[in-house]
């Protein structure tokens, strides 16, 4: 299996959006954490900004939402860090 090669442009692209989402989950009194709620929230914005293809656009997305439950999950004491 090969790694795929992405230019430096497309990594910042990438994680502009996965910061993007983050951010937009992060408003409010409650973190969303709806991958369906922010793909249709973030998508349209992300793509015009970036113009990642979809599946990057998608992938951003996921890591975003797993970055925002993790810390949902350490704020409640849910999480436990492997380096304690």
């Known amino acids: 299996m090969t790694t795929p090669h992405f230019s430096a442009k497309q990594s910042m692209s990438f994680l502009w959006a996965a910061n993007y989402v983050v951010d937009h989950a992060w ?14 929230e973030t998508y349209d914005e992300v793509r015009e900004q970036t113009r990642l293809h979809a599946n990057l656009v998608q ?3 996921n890591k975003a939402v797993d970055a925002v439950q993790s810390v ?9 860090s492997s380096q304690q």
């Not at 009194?29 to 249709?40: G, R």
């Open 27 to 40: 408003q409010g009194e409650y973190k969303t954490t709806s991958k369906a709620q922010l793909q249709e």
């Open 59 to 61: 992938n951003a997305r």
């Open 72 to 80: 949902a999950l350490l704020g409640r004491g849910l999480l436990v």
